[in-house]
């Protein structure tokens, strides 16, 4: 059990929908990674948040945003699906403070599927 | 080229031998490394984390470090049949927050 629930479980679009994914964790995480895994591949990094702001992005274009609340929970939000978007979506907390950061883990995930 | 590199498998080893599995990386500044287990259709399960150099022992997992080779691996004592997985090393740069994964290595224990 690491602490971390994610919403959905699973999810169908279609495609140039939008989509909104959720993370919370508990409290003293105050750091939050997004990745997309898709199949037979490693977890790619899309962003991270830290006290809100975004701290780090990946290879991922703009129509992917992301938020972290006052509580730590955070959103993932996918405007224009495409069908490549179709993955497990990812969410990993952790609890950093200066330049340390403590070891990531990871929520349960979000299949997305995008027809 | 690829900053985390794995062996996709499918490794095959007996129940109750040793398995080995490596991971090479590129950015010498790496800081931090870590093996993560995920299941079919589940999410990664951290294992072991490594950040100095050498050999770190869990129960019948052993992790092993070195950065002058750019090199890590997990090595799995007495494996199980619940030990087949897929095997995700993971890197985190000392110059940024996020973690680099290879693409990970299926792990088969036949018993």
């Known amino acids: 059990e690491t602490g971390v629930t994610q919403s959905p479980t699973h999810l169908i679009k279609t495609r140039g929908q939008q989509v909104t994914l959720r993370c919370s964790s508990q409290s003293g995480h105050n750091t939050v990674s997004w990745y997309q895994q898709a199949l037979g591949q490693g977890p790619q990094f899309i962003f991270q948040?830290?006290?809100?702001?975004?701290?780090g992005r990946g290879n991922f274009p703009p129509r992917f945003s992301g938020l972290q609340f006052p509580n730590y929970s955070s959103e993932l939000n996918v405007n224009a699906l495409e069908l490549d978007d179709s993955a497990l979506y990812l969410c990993a907390a952790t609890r950093a403070s200066g330049t340390s950061t403590d070891t990531q883990y990871f929520g349960p995930g979000t299949r997305l599927t995008v027809l | 080229q690829k900053e985390v590199e794995q062996n996709s498998g499918p490794l095959s080893v007996p129940e109750g031998a040793i398995a080995s599995l490596n991971c090479t990386y590129s950015d010498r500044g790496s800081q931090s490394f870590f093996w993560y287990r995920q299941y079919s259709g589940k999410s990664p399960e951290l294992i072991m984390s490594i950040y100095s150099n050498g050999d770190k022992e869990d129960g019948r997992f052993t992790a092993q470090l070195n950065k002058a080779s750019q090199y890590v691996s997990l090595l799995i004592r007495d494996s199980q049949p619940s030990d087949s997985a897929t095997y995700l090393c993971?890197?985190?740069?000392?110059?940024?927050?996020?973690?680099?994964f290879g693409s990970g290595t299926r792990l088969s224990i036949r018993p």
């Open positions: 993971a890197v985190m740069y000392s110059s940024a927050s996020k973690i680099i």
């Open positions: 948040y830290y006290r809100e702001e975004e701290n």
